[in-house]
């Protein structure tokens, strides 16, 4: 997630300013038309796309809870009948030797064998690969970045010690925990299932951008391997049992690119946001691979999507150059209907774009082994979003188009590399922050996420379309795509807003068609995923400071008379994100992952302690449960097992 910063003069007033524009750009699309059904006005159904959906589908959501009311960010606030356990907390201990947390003895050495800080993706597989088993089974969970604000005393970039610095290369990355649910509660085993990836950690690069000269470093010098891995935001789970993890900030680790001298080097840098002078965290004072200056091509490592395998630890994690370099939020894999596999990226900044990859080869439910390497061969695309409602996958591909070394792109290695560039090169449509991206696998459509851009039409810089309608968009909005004959292959696709989010009073917001008196508000979309009746769930990130309320997670069916209802299911804690939505295959345990809780604040005082009461705030999954042991969110829906086929696609 990218960190957004507003001015405290920055307000939205309903109805002022933002609506008459959003409904300007959207009548660039449709010409009015007539009623709707009961709460919505014409008005409204004649500018969005998409709106009216003549005799609507019944469709049993499932969904049979109570919506919370406001919370106070001291607690996470669930419905009632509902309970909270904090279990996966920063510095728990993954082995049998590893010590237990210490906020006075933070250390390297320690940090290497708990969990790791931010808590961001979290994935929950069973035990046995290729099982239903909800009560024992490995969680995946990505540690996007650090605070030291709230982890040190010093608090601040250049008073930090090398032993601090070793600390937070090793906070970052992912973890892989054992857990286990005994008598309603959950608890990570100790134990060699357990596996932590972090900035030290040895990788090897794989695709088109392996042995290139770029990646070549003095610890790679024939560009193979790398080390470590961080800015690990979102992420995805793929048929075979893997998780791809998508490295996102990674700018902010690299200092003093004012120092390279290749123009070309340069450019790229530039494009991809790397520092001219010191880095956010002052990494290059002890560790000379975090400085240009002093090693040219380190930060060409980063930026990837990275793939760990839960079920073998022993595994080298790779470095899946094919899948292109960006600042990648998700990585979400859907396997098609000729039995190919779709990854499906976000470049998580303002004015970027979407991206999707297609395997050369099917997936191969016979051969776990084999496909590994899927995401090595295949096309890489970037999304083209028309005002007409249909859109166009743009290849990725030396020699396609302005594709060439005339332009910079000699190899499919520059390609990917420079993936920003080339993008750009194509006319890919530049987009709000789209950040996660996934496949409802009841409807088999696309939802993209745009978690906000306050940047848009300001200055000199983009203006609304109806892809982005709102200037100086603060609250995001979320778009459904569906491929060309429900192919996930096709290079065309239409599209259709979901919704647009923001206060329901304030004009220029959408939901779907609802009726908006009967909405919750909600703002900064981020992490979405899906029950097994296609209902959306949405974790966002940023409500803090775009509607000062606590982030949280909503709920909303996608499709029949419901379709865009959204109910605020769980309010997380003060300073803190909501992250990583996840289900156990049964559905009776919800996984939340709380990220940073208390930032802003410090060490000396922070904003929060929880969820321990005490000592320093600490960045932790939860999980939900019920009561009765029912499943979240409500009344027993479909079988299970018809979730699971659409999994692996139709």
């Given at each position: 997630m990218e960190r957004m910063h507003y001015e405290p003069d920055e307000v939205v007033r309903s109805g002022e300013g933002q609506g008459s524009s959003f409904w300007q750009v959207m009548e660039r699309r449709l010409s009015r038309r007539g009623l709707m059904k009961?709460?919505?006005?014409?008005?409204?159904?004649?500018?969005?796309?998409?709106?009216?959906?003549?005799?609507?589908?019944?469709?049993?959501?499932?969904?049979?809870?109570?919506?919370?009311?406001?919370?106070?960010?001291?607690?996470?606030?669930?419905?009632?009948?509902?309970?909270v356990q904090p279990f996966h907390r920063w510095g728990d201990p993954l082995f049998a030797e590893a010590p237990e947390f210490d906020p006075d003895g933070l250390s390297a050495e320690a940090q290497a064998v708990q969990v790791g800080y931010n808590c961001d993706f979290v994935g929950y597989f069973p035990i046995e690969y290729?099982?239903?088993?909800?009560?024992?089974?490995?969680?995946?969970?990505?540690?996007?970045?650090?605070?030291?604000?709230?982890?040190?005393?010093?608090?601040?970039?250049?008073?930090?010690?090398?032993?601090?610095?070793?600390?937070?290369?090793?906070?970052v990355g992912v973890s892989v925990a054992e857990v286990k649910l005994a008598d309603s509660q959950w608890s990570i085993v100790k134990g060699s299932k357990n596996a932590r990836y972090s900035l030290t950690t040895p990788f090897e690069l794989t695709g088109p951008a392996r042995g290139h000269d770029w990646m070549k470093t003095s610890t790679s010098e024939d560009g193979t391997t790398s080390i470590g891995t961080c800015s690990n935001c979102s992420a995805g789970k793929t048929p075979w049992g893997t998780v791809l993890s998508a490295e996102e900030n990674f700018q902010d680790m690299f200092a003093n690119a004012a120092s390279e001298t290749d123009p070309a080097k340069a450019k790229s840098h530039g494009r991809y946001g790397i520092s001219t002078a010191k880095s956010q965290y002052g990494l290059e004072q002890h560790h000379d691979r975090f400085d240009v200056a002093k090693e040219p091509n380190e930060c060409f490592h980063?930026?990837?999507?990275?793939?760990?395998?839960?079920?073998?630890?022993?595994?080298?994690?790779?470095?899946?150059?094919?899948?292109?370099?960006?600042?990648?939020?998700?990585?979400?894999?859907?396997?098609?209907?000729?039995?190919?596999?779709?990854?499906?990226?976000?470049?998580?900044?303002?004015?970027?774009?979407?991206?999707?990859?297609?395997?050369?080869?099917?997936?191969?439910?016979?051969?776990?082994?084999?496909?590994?390497?899927?995401?090595?061969?295949?096309?890489?695309?970037?999304?083209?979003?028309?005002?007409?409602?249909?859109?166009?996958?743009?290849?990725?591909?030396?020699?396609?188009?302005?594709?060439?070394?005339?332009?910079?792109?000699?190899?499919?290695?520059?390609?990917?590399?420079?993936?920003?560039?080339?993008?750009?090169?194509?006319?890919?449509?530049k987009m709000d922050r789209p950040e996660d991206i996934e496949v409802n696998p009841a409807n088999e459509k696309v939802y993209v996420v745009c978690t906000n851009n306050t940047s848009r039409a300001k200055a000199d810089n983009p203006g609304t379309d109806t892809m982005n309608p709102r200037p100086e968009n603060r609250h995001g909005h979320i778009?459904?795509?569906?491929?060309?004959?429900?192919?996930?292959?096709?290079?065309?696709?239409?599209?259709?807003?979901?919704?647009?989010?923001?206060?329901?009073?304030?004009?220029?917001?959408?939901?779907?068609?609802?009726?908006?008196?009967?909405?919750?508000p909600v703002?900064?979309?981020?992490?979405?995923?899906?029950?097994?009746?296609?209902?959306?769930?949405?974790?966002?990130?940023?409500?803090?400071?775009?509607?000062?309320?606590?982030?949280?997670?909503?709920?909303?069916?996608?499709?029949?008379?419901?379709?865009?209802?959204?109910?605020?299911?769980?309010a997380g804690i003060v300073g803190g994100e909501c992250a990583g939505p996840e289900f156990t295959p049964d559905e009776t345990t919800f996984f939340v992952a709380i990220q940073h809780p208390g930032?802003?604040?410090?060490?000396?005082?922070?904003?929060?302690?929880?969820?321990?009461?005490?000592?320093?705030?600490?960045?932790?999954?939860?999980?939900?449960?019920?009561?009765?042991?029912?499943?979240?969110?409500g009344r027993p829906s479909p079988d299970r097992r018809e979730f699971l086929t659409g999994l692996l696609g139709r």
């Open positions: 009961a709460g919505v006005t014409a008005t409204v159904a004649a500018a969005v796309p998409g709106l009216l959906r003549s005799n609507p589908p019944v469709v049993d959501t499932g969904l049979g809870f109570t919506p919370i009311g406001d919370a106070p960010g001291t607690e996470v606030v669930v419905p009632e009948g509902y309970t290729g099982t239903d088993r909800s009560d024992h089974g490995l969680l995946v969970v990505n540690h996007e970045y650090v605070n030291p604000e709230i982890m040190f005393a010093s608090g601040k970039p250049g008073d930090f010690t090398r032993a601090q610095i070793d600390t937070l290369l090793e906070a980063f930026g990837w999507v990275v793939e760990v395998d839960p079920y073998d630890p022993e595994w080298t994690p790779k470095k899946r150059t094919a899948l292109g370099r960006f600042r990648h939020e998700a990585a979400t894999t859907y396997v098609a209907k000729d039995g190919r596999v779709v990854m499906y990226s976000g470049c998580d900044s303002q004015f970027e774009y979407v991206y999707k990859f297609v395997s050369a080869k099917a997936f191969d439910p016979t051969d776990r082994i084999a496909n590994r390497d899927l995401m090595d061969e295949g096309t890489l695309y970037v999304a083209r979003y028309n005002e007409d409602g249909t859109g166009e996958w743009l290849p990725l591909v030396q020699g396609t188009g302005p594709l060439t070394a005339e332009n910079g792109f000699a190899t499919q290695g520059d390609v990917v590399i420079d993936a920003r560039s080339a993008a750009d090169l194509l006319g890919a449509t778009i459904e795509v569906t491929e060309a004959g429900d192919d996930h292959t096709a290079t065309t696709f239409s599209w259709e807003m979901f919704l647009v989010c923001g206060d329901p009073a304030d004009e220029s917001t959408y939901f779907a068609g609802y009726d908006k008196t009967q909405v919750s703002s900064c979309p981020d992490n979405v995923c899906f029950d097994r009746a296609g209902n959306i769930w949405i974790a966002t990130d940023g409500q803090e400071r775009s509607m000062k309320r606590v982030d949280g997670v909503y709920v909303a069916p996608v499709e029949g008379p419901e379709r865009g209802k959204l109910r605020p299911f769980l930032e802003g604040s410090s060490v000396e005082k922070p904003s929060t302690r929880w969820p321990d009461g005490k000592g320093l705030p600490r960045p932790t999954v939860v999980a939900i449960r019920r009561k009765d042991g029912g499943p979240v969110g």
